[in-house]
């Protein structure tokens, strides 16, 4: 195991970051915190799916962008339980999106070519992004 203080330096900055550790880390922390303004613009933007949209947002969305901002700052300052704080919060945000997005399928078939696209596209980068966060790799760097 690695010491967790090297006289100033801390372990993790002497190790080099699995590709892609600080950017998607960045990314994450930017989208997350767009995520918070995004939903009200949602919630403001469609009359007919307000309740639906103040019930998903403030059930799901919020929640899981707050987790999501948390687990990103963790990641920055290379804490071991931002890894599984980034999990959980990706896992929230598919567990929402799938069916949310689903529901809108079905219900909305003025946009569905539209809404197909971008909810394939969310749940995609979704995964891919859980699976980099699963990675021993990250494990073995945040230790």
Same mark, same amino acid.
């Given at each position: 195991?690695?010491?967790?203080?090297?006289?100033?330096?801390?372990?993790?900055?002497?190790?080099?970051?699995?590709?892609?550790?600080?950017?998607?880390?960045?990314?994450?922390?930017?989208?997350?915190? &767009? %995520?918070? #303004?995004?939903?009200?613009?949602?919630?403001?933007?469609?009359?007919?799916?307000?309740?639906?949209?103040?019930?998903? =947002?403030? =059930?799901?969305?919020?929640?899981?962008?707050?987790?999501?901002?948390?687990?990103?700052? %963790?990641?920055?300052?290379?804490?071991?339980? =931002?890894?599984?704080?980034?999990?959980?919060?990706?896992?929230?945000?598919? %567990?929402?999106?799938?069916?949310?997005?689903?529901?809108?399928?079905?219900?909305? #078939?003025?946009?569905?070519?539209?809404?197909?696209?971008?909810?394939?596209?969310?749940?995609?980068?979704?995964?891919?992004?859980?699976?980099?966060?699963?990675? #021993? &790799?990250?494990?073995?760097?945040?230790?």
């Amino acid at each position: 195991m690695f010491p967790t203080r090297l006289g100033s330096l801390s372990a993790p900055a002497l190790l080099k970051p699995p590709r892609g550790y600080r950017s998607l880390a960045w990314l994450g922390l930017i989208a997350n915190i &767009a %995520a918070l #303004p995004l939903t009200l613009a949602v919630i403001l933007a469609v009359p007919s799916w307000r309740v639906a949209h103040i019930a998903v =947002g403030t =059930g799901a969305v919020l929640p899981c962008a707050v987790l999501g901002i948390v687990a990103c700052v %963790a990641l920055l300052q290379w804490r071991h339980w =931002g890894q599984v704080m980034a999990i959980v919060a990706l896992s929230l945000s598919l %567990a929402t999106a799938l069916p949310y997005g689903i529901v809108r399928l079905v219900l909305v #078939p003025q946009e569905r070519t539209l809404i197909a696209l971008l909810a394939s596209l969310l749940w995609i980068a979704n995964v891919i992004i859980l699976i980099y966060w699963c990675r #021993p &790799a990250v494990r073995r760097y945040l230790r």
